[in-house]
């Protein structure tokens, strides 16, 4: 049997005309951009790093003067370049390695999707680096869904391990278990 792989999970269905998923379209895409969008003025963000911009379909709907992204799936890079090349506003790297730190990194509906155990530790700890302040969207528990969803209570990890940050926000998020998670360094 061959070992579940997220990367490949998400290049597949990118590839073959997917999308990010019902959580990055519709009420739940407003929803977001509100929350983000209502942070942003907040903490006078004025750069963010996005780690895992998919589809490219949620990032649309946020206001910020310059937005860099980076996705595991080439697929979605290509589309998201090609989304938004007429817009100066918007970088998407080529690779994770090209991320200088911003005002903010977010991460939303990532965490939950990254089912290797090394996969999760090494987005938590980049995601970690390339933001003074860091967002995460999801869900903070330890559960199992299908072969691309395992949640994992994130903030003890993130407590214990990120000891220059310190949530400072949680903002309930579209669905019941999904909330936003704000940290400060």
């Known amino acids: 049997m061959k070992k579940f792989s997220s990367k490949q999970f998400w290049e597949d269905r990118y590839s073959q005309g997917g999308t990010s998923g019902i ?105 970690f680096k390339i933001g003074k302040m860091v967002l995460i969207y999801a869900m903070d528990e330890d559960s199992t869904g299908n072969d691309h969803v395992v949640s994992r209570r994130f903030t003890p990890y993130i407590e214990k391990t990120y000891k220059d940050f310190k949530l400072i926000e949680v903002v309930n998020g579209f669905t019941v278990d999904v909330k936003f998670y704000l940290y400060n360094s």
């Open 23 to 127: 959580g990055s379209y519709g009420n739940s895409a407003v929803y977001k951009a509100d929350v983000i969008n209502s942070l942003i003025k907040k903490y006078n963000i004025t750069t963010i790093n996005d780690l895992g911009h998919g589809d490219g379909n949620n990032i649309e709907l946020i206001d910020v003067p310059e937005y860099f992204g980076y996705d595991v799936s080439k697929s979605a890079r290509d589309r998201c370049i090609h989304k938004f090349k007429d817009n100066g506003a918007y970088t998407f790297y080529s690779r994770e390695t090209q991320f200088k730190k911003k005002d903010l990194a977010i991460s939303l509906d990532v965490l939950y999707h990254l089912t290797e155990e090394k996969v999760y530790k090494k987005y938590l700890d980049k995601l």
